[in-house]
């Protein structure tokens, strides 16, 4: 594919039936002319007034000669169906080079060419995949698949609805996204379109889930440990956004939300108010860090493909640590710091134990990170991440290597519907001389947002109490969490809104803002 201006390394911004998706895109969801748009083209009623006769409603549009999904499945029906004058079309798609994404509707509205594409056995639906690949050559295209929902469960026959079979979907697998044209890599292709055949919706959202509870299963196992023959046979797909930003994944096996640009433009300054990112400066009411971006580190509690991570990484932070128990999530974000020019450490964290998998364990790790590994992810679940870093911080500090830990003053915790299982941990991992930020993602009722606002707030102070109160301590001087901002990311579901709320926590002597 051509890359647009300003792309980096030829890579390709998304392209969207919805909107060009430009590098500082904020996620335009945007009703359009032919040329890609809503299905669901609303019929305007009669116009008239005294001075006219009524003009009546115009003629239902034709399918556009602009759009490419529609090109191609034209093309398709003029071959092999003989029609001069076929049904309305499907209008919507995105482009994830070199993958065209259709939405889950594709083939099944409107009625008309739903019930046309329903009558076409199996070889001439290959046919149609190819036509419609033909008509986006230009853009790189050479794979194509359906989306679906993430389904909540994994391993049994009805998880793609989101029944009761298997296990939970801990690690967030788009199980159900339907591979359609092309060769997706190494056991995909029947067997990913056996399991998704009953998928309806559109929506990838989230991050990877981690945490206790429901114990590992085969099919668990075989996407947060792929083999390295299945790593570099997948199909990997590539996003630019915010200015250069390069995300990579591979599409059946880890997420990606166009939705999050929002909160990573927030990160980069972009958008908004993010507080606790303006270094030695400050301003406009905002508290300061007091402190060089350079010298201070943040916790990515699910760190995904990099969705938050590379924003960080990009504002300019010294050093992102990263938990991630999805195997292939983990390799699109190695792959993405890469093209980003950014040094990456991979750590495998023992499930049971929390142990680190390196020769020599914390120390071993410790004596081999170089000041440009700026983003170093553990392989494992983030109940160990408190132990763990604290354990690094005092290895470092041992070793009078003192200079080389960079406090932790912004924790995120990106995971949906709640992170509620990480807030503990967070509290524990935040510096407690300096204070800082945790960043709490939260799926709220539109209806109760300050209410959450409010329960996220105890919820923090009781921790606080917990983990650095005791006793002897006077209440006056235990930190008190406050919200600083409620950010407002995107509505979830009807009624439902992906909030991030900022939370503050000041030092833990109780000196709070000097």
């Known amino acids: 594919m051509t890359p647009p201006t300003g792309s980096p390394s030829g890579i390709s911004t998304p392209l969207s039936s919805t909107s060009a998706a430009a590098e500082d895109d904020i996620l335009s969801r ?43 499945i034209i093309n398709f029906l003029n071959t092999k169906q003989h029609q001069h004058h076929p049904p309305a079309l499907p209008k919507r798609f995105t482009i994830y ?8 509707n594709a083939f099944s509205s409107p009625p008309e060419w739903a019930a046309l594409y329903a009558s076409l056995p199996p070889t001439q639906r290959q046919e149609l995949y190819a036509c419609i690949a033909s008509s986006f050559a230009s853009k790189g295209v050479t794979h194509i698949a359906m989306n679906a929902p993430i389904a909540p469960t994994m391993g049994g026959g009805d998880s793609a609805e989101g029944g009761g079979g298997g296990i939970e979907n801990r690690i967030r697998s788009p199980m159900g996204l339907v591979p359609l044209f092309g060769d997706f890599g190494e056991g995909e292709g029947e067997e990913k379109l056996g399991r998704a055949s ?38 990997w797909v590539r ?67 990099g969705y938050f991570v590379f924003s960080y990484l990009k504002r300019g932070v010294g050093r992102v640590w990263g938990w991630e128990i999805n195997g292939w999530s983990i390799e699109g974000l190695r792959r993405g710091c890469e093209e980003n020019g ?64 960079k406090p932790i003053r912004h924790v995120n915790l990106g995971l949906l519907p709640t992170s509620k299982p990480a807030w503990d941990g967070a509290v524990r991992i935040l510096d407690v001389q300096r204070g800082g930020w945790v960043h709490v993602h939260e799926n709220v009722d539109v209806r109760d947002i300050e209410k959450m606002e409010k ?15 005791s006793e002897d301590t006077k209440p006056a001087v235990i ?11 995107k509505t979830y579901a009807p009624g439902v809104m992906h909030c991030v709320f900022d939370i503050y926590i000041p030092p833990g002597d109780g000196r709070g803002e000097e």
């Not at 080079?97 to 889950?104: G, K, Q, Y």
């Not at 990160?267 to 007091?290: A, K, N, Q």
Request: hydrophobic residues 30%.
């Open 30 to 72: 945007l009703n359009l002319d032919d040329n890609g748009g809503n299905d669901n083209d609303k019929k305007e009623p009669s116009r008239s007034n005294k001075h006219t006769k009524s003009i009546p409603n115009p003629k239902p549009k034709k399918p556009s000669k602009s759009n490419p999904l529609q090109i191609g």
């Open 97 to 104: 080079p070199p993958l065209l994404l259709l939405p889950s």
């Open 198 to 235: 009953s998928s309806s919706s559109s929506c990838l959202d989230g991050s990877v889930s981690v945490g206790g509870g429901v114990g590992p299963s085969g099919e668990e196992d075989k996407e947060a440990y792929p083999t390295q023959a299945a790593l570099e046979s997948a199909l």
């Open 239 to 305: 996003c630019v956004q915010n200015r250069g930003v390069v995300q990579v994944w591979a599409p059946l096996h880890s997420m990606f939300s166009r939705g999050n640009v929002v909160e990573k433009a927030r990160i980069l300054g972009l958008e908004g108010t993010f507080e606790g990112l303006d270094g030695l400066g400050g301003g406009g009411g905002r508290r300061r860090l007091d402190q060089s971006l350079s010298d201070v580190s943040v916790v990515d509690m699910y760190a995904g493909i």
């Open 342 to 405: 950014w040094g990456v450490r991979i750590v495998r964290v023992d499930r049971g134990s929390g142990n680190l998998d390196v020769e020599g364990g914390i120390e071993g790790l410790v004596d081999s990170l170089r000041e440009e590994d700026r983003a170093v992810v553990f392989h494992g679940d983030n109940r160990f991440a408190a132990d763990v870093l604290g354990r690094v911080k005092g290895a470092m500090e041992r070793k009078g290597e003192g200079n080389m830990w």
């Open 455 to 469: 329960d996220v707030v105890q919820g923090f102070d009781h921790l606080i109490r917990s983990s650095r109160g």
């Open 479 to 489: 930190p008190k969490a406050e919200c600083v901002h409620a950010e407002r990311v």
